[in-house]
C-alpha cells in the first residue's frame, strides 16, 4: 500500500539544492528583461510621460505606455483577471502602485536603471481613503456589493428572526473584531516569461493554474486557447496571489509582440505590495444570543472589507458562521468599503479564515459570561447536519477531533487561572477550526510500460503543497509498483485539464482523477490478462486475482498483446459525486502561549491541532499543511499587517524589512498535528479532503483567547502587538 504512507517529499532535493527551475530562473534566446514604472499617486490621471532619460541608458530597448498598448480585444470583466481593468489601457490613476510603464531592456539592471530615470506628469484628483478603524466610520461607508465577478455567495443570509432573538437572549455577545490588510509574502516573488512564435503564444508563469492563464491570455488577444501554451514548472509559494491573472501576465504577452522578442518580467518585492493582490482590512459585528445552559437562539454577522475603486472583491467571512453551529436564527451580511486601493484577492483560508476569527473569539467571550468551559459550549451547539440549509454532512468527525485535541493538550487538566513562568504569565485558549471543501473537474492520464515504470500525466501546478508526492503515490497504490518507478508530469497545458492549485481543492479532484486513470490502466491490463477487473489487485508488477496464488507480469502480458504500455485515462467531475450533501473540514486548535506584561511580548509555547479531513493520502505531507496553518495563523495573531498610510496612500512598507513575518525562531517545537480516522467518499472517490488552508483557522482566535486566560485583556484587532498589551 502507497495510499496514507509518510512518503518522503520527491521534490525535496531539488528544492533544497536549488536545482529546481522557477520562472525566474527561466532564460529565451534574444530575451528582453521588464520591469515595471508605477504610479505615485492614489487617484488623478498621466498627464504626460518622458522617456528621453531611460532611452539613453545603455541596453534599453523600449520604454511602452498606455499610448503604445493595443486595447484588449475582449473586455476584461472578472476572473481570470485579477481585476477587471488591465493597465496601460488608458491614462485613468486608480491606486497608487498601478503601473503606468514598462521597460524593455537587455538586461534586467539596464531595464531597472531605465525604469528610475521615466519621468510621470499626474493631475491628482482628490482620493477616496479607508476611513477610521471604528465601527461607526465603517458601518457608513459600507455599501452593498457589486457584483463585478469578484464574490460567488449571496451577499445577505437569513434564517429566521435572529435579531428578535438577540434582542430576547438571557446571555449576548455584540461586539466587533478587526484584522488589518496583509500581503502573502511568498518566498518566490511571482514572474512570467512569454514568446512568441508567430500567432502562437508559449507562456512560462508562477501561478496556480495554467488553464486559466491559457483561457484568459486567448481571450485578451482574440486568439484561440489551443494557440496559448502555458508551461509552470515550478511556483514557490503562492497562497492565493497568483490563483488569478495579474497585471504583468498579460503586460508580459502584449510587449512580447510588439517587441517581436521574448519578454520575461520578474516582480520586485515592492512590486508585490503595489498591484498584486491581499487579503483586505476586515471588520466585523458579531453577535450571539444564547440561552442560560449556552444554547445559541441566534447568530448576527456583520463584515465589511476594504474592495478597489473598480471591482468589489468580498471575502465571505459570514460562511463561519453560517456552517459551524447549531441555531435556530442567523442574520449574516456582507459589504464593502470602496477606496483607490489596489484590488485584493483571496489569501489562504479566504472566508472561513477572517470569519473565524470572529465567531470563536465571540464563542470564548460567551463562554466566560456563561462561566463555562469553551469546549463544553462548543460541544452544546454541535452541528449535526449544515445549519444554514439542514442537509447532511458528507462526512464529519469534529466530536473526535474535540476530544483527541483536549486529550493530547490536556485541556480538561488545565489550571483555572494563569500562572507564572519566570517573567511570563501563561495562559490557555482554544477555537474550531472550519473550511470549505472546494472541488473542481479534472482530468489525468497512466501510462504503464512494459518494464513496470509508469508515467502521470496532468496539467496540475506545482506550489510547493506536495502534489510531486501524492500523486504518484495514489497511482502506485493501485498499480501496486514502487512510488520510485513513477514519473509525474504535470504544469503544462498540452496536458490533461487538471483544476487550480487552490482552495485546497487538489487532492480531491486531480487525485481522483489520477485515481480513475490507474484505475483504468489496471482493468485494461485485467481483460489483456484474461481476468475479471473487479477481481484483480496488482503487486511487484504483477496482477492476479485478489487472494489467488497464481499471478501474471506486466512484462509478459504486454509482450503477448505486442504493446509496450497501456493509457488509461481519467476524470472527476464534482458534480457526480456527493449531491444533497453539505461539504466542510474541521478542526480544533489549542495553545499555550507566554505574556511578558511588562514588554509587551507575546510568545507560542505549545499547540495542538486536531483536524476531521478525511483520508490522509501522506501523513508526512499532510502534518507539513497543517503545521504551515498553524504557523500562518500565529503571524495573523501576533504580527503581520500591511500598514496604510493614508496621507501618501499607499502600503507604508513595501518589503520585509517592515513587515513582521514568522520565523523559526517564533515557533516553538512542541506542536502536534493530529487527524482523526476519517475517509469521505462523497467528496470524492479518493475519500479525501482538502486540509492545507483548515489549519490557518481558529488559529488567532486560540491565541487571544488564551491572552485572555492570561492577562485578562481582551484583543479584538489584530495583530496582537505590544502596546496592546502594555495599555
Known amino acids: 500500500m502507497s495510499i496514507g504512507e509518510p512518503f518522503s517529499r520527491i521534490d525535496g532535493p531539488i528544492k533544497v539544492t536549488g536545482t529546481a527551475r522557477y520562472t525566474a530562473d527561466l532564460r529565451a534566446a534574444n530575451m528582453l528583461y521588464g520591469v515595471l514604472v508605477t504610479a505615485s499617486i492614489p487617484a488623478g490621471k498621466v498627464t504626460g510621460i518622458d522617456k528621453g532619460g531611460a532611452m539613453l541608458e545603455a541596453g534599453v530597448v523600449r520604454v511602452l505606455t498606455h499610448e503604445d498598448m493595443p486595447r484588449a ?19 485613468q490613476i486608480r491606486h497608487e502602485g498601478q503601473v503606468v510603464a514598462l521597460v524593455l531592456a537587455e538586461s534586467l539592471e539596464a531595464a531597472e536603471a531605465g525604469a528610475r530615470k521615466v519621468q510621470v506628469r499626474y493631475a491628482p484628483t482628490k482620493a477616496t481613503m479607508p476611513v477610521a478603524l471604528a465601527w461607526p466610520e465603517i458601518d457608513r461607508a459600507a455599501e452593498p456589493p457589486r457584483n463585478t465577478g469578484y464574490f460567488f455567495l449571496e451577499p445577505e443570509f437569513s434564517k429566521g428572526d435572529a435579531v428578535h432573538n438577540l434582542a430576547k437572549a438571557p446571555k449576548t455577545v455584540a461586539t466587533v473584531y478587526s484584522q488589518p490588510s496583509r500581503h502573502h509574502n511568498p518566498m518566490e516573488t511571482s514572474a512570467v516569461l512569454a514568446l512568441w512564435e508567430g500567432d502562437a503564444l508559449t507562456v512560462y508563469d508562477s501561478t496556480q493554474h495554467v488553464f486559466a492563464v491559457q483561457r484568459g491570455l486567448a481571450a485578451l488577444f482574440g486568439i484561440p486557447p489551443a494557440s496559448v501554451r502555458v508551461i509552470s514548472q515550478h511556483t514557490g509559494g503562492a497562497f492565493g496571489v497568483k490563483g488569478l491573472i495579474g497585471a504583468h501576465e498579460a503586460l508580459a504577452a ?102 473565524m ?16 468551559d469553551p469546549l463544553d459550549l462548543r460541544l452544546a451547539n454541535y452541528a449535526e447536519t449544515d445549519p444554514a440549509t439542514g442537509a447532511p454532512w458528507s462526512s464529519k468527525k469534529l466530536r473526535d477531533a474535540y476530544e483527541e485535541g483536549a486529550r493530547l493538550f490536556g485541556w480538561r487538566d488545565r489550571p483555572r487561572f494563569p500562572w507564572r513562568d519566570g517573567d511570563w504569565i501563561v495562559g490557555q485558549g482554544m477555537a474550531s477550526c472550519l473550511m470549505g471543501t472546494f472541488r473542481f473537474p479534472s482530468r489525468a492520464q497512466v501510462r504503464l510500460r512494459r518494464d513496470g515504470s509508469a508515467v502521470v500525466e496532468t496539467g496540475t501546478q506545482d506550489i510547493g503543497t506536495g502534489v510531486l508526492t501524492i500523486f504518484p503515490q495514489i497511482a502506485a497504490d493501485v498499480l501496486g509498483i514502487p512510488v520510485s518507478a513513477i514519473e509525474f508530469k504535470m504544469g503544462d497545458t498540452t496536458l490533461p485539464e487538471a483544476g487550480p492549485t487552490y482552495g485546497s481543492s487538489s487532492t480531491m479532484g486531480v487525485g481522483a482523477a489520477v485515481l480513475a486513470a490507474a484505475q483504468d490502466v489496471r482493468n485494461r491490463l485485467a481483460r489483456m490478462a484474461n481476468l475479471s477487473p473487479a477481481e484483480v489487485c496488482m503487486a511487484d508488477g504483477r ?117 513582521a513575518i514568522p520565523v523559526n525562531a517564533d515557533i516553538p517545537s512542541d506542536i502536534t498535528v493530529h487527524f482523526v480516522d476519517e475517509v469521505d467518499e462523497k467528496a470524492s472517490p479518493i475519500g479525501g479532503k482538502g486540509i492545507g488552508e483548515l489549519g490557518a483557522t481558529g488559529v488567532a482566535a486560540a491565541v487571544a483567547n488564551a491572552v485572555f486566560h492570561a492577562t485578562g485583556k481582551r484583543i479584538r484587532d489584530l495583530p496582537i502587538t505590544p502596546e496592546k498589551l502594555i495599555a
Open 357 to 372: 476569527w470572529a465567531l470563536e473569539s465571540a464563542m470564548d467571550e460567551l463562554a466566560v459570561d456563561l462561566g463555562m
Open 73 to 91: 480585444r475582449t473586455p476584461i470583466a472578472g476572473p481570470p483577471f485579477a481585476h477587471s481593468f488591465l493597465p496601460l489601457q488608458d491614462d
Open 543 to 659: 496482477i492476479g486475482r485478489t487472494g489467488a496464488a497464481e499471478s501474471f507480469s506486466v512484462a509478459d502480458i504486454l509482450e503477448r498483446a505486442g504493446e509496450s504500455e497501456i493509457v488509461g485515462t481519467g476524470s472527476f467531475d464534482p458534480t457526480k459525486h456527493g449531491a444533497g450533501y453539505s461539504m466542510r473540514t474541521f478542526g480544533a486548535i489549542f495553545v499555550e502561549v507566554g505574556v511578558d506584561p511588562e514588554l509587551g511580548l507575546l510568545r507560542l509555547r505549545r499547540a495542538v491541532g486536531s483536524y476531521s479531513v478525511g483520508r490522509i493520502v501522506n501523513p508526512r505531507t499532510a502534518r507539513a499543511q497543517l503545521l504551515g496553518g498553524i504557523v500562518w495563523g500565529w503571524g495573523m495573531a501576533a504580527m503581520e499587517q500591511s500598514a496604510f498610510e493614508p496621507s501618501l496612500g499607499r502600503f507604508l512598507s513595501k518589503n520585509l524589512a517592515g513587515v
Open 254 to 355: 502584449q510587449a512580447a509582440r510588439i517587441a517581436g522578442r521574448p519578454v520575461r518580467i520578474a516582480l520586485s518585492r515592492a512590486n508585490m505590495y503595489s498591484f498584486l493582490g491581499y487579503q483586505p482590512r476586515i471588520v466585523q459585528k458579531m453577535g450571539l444570543g444564547a440561552d442560560e445552559k449556552g444554547i445559541l437562539t441566534g447568530i448576527t454577522h456583520d463584515v465589511v472589507n476594504l474592495a478597489t475603486v473598480t471591482d468589489d472583491y468580498i471575502e465571505a467571512a459570514t460562511e463561519a458562521s453560517k456552517a459551524l453551529y447549531a441555531t435556530p436564527t442567523m442574520w449574516l451580511r456582507q459589504r464593502a468599503e470602496r477606496a483607490n486601493v489596489a484590488m485584493p484577492t483571496a489569501m489562504r483560508a479566504p472566508g472561513e479564515g477572517p470569519g
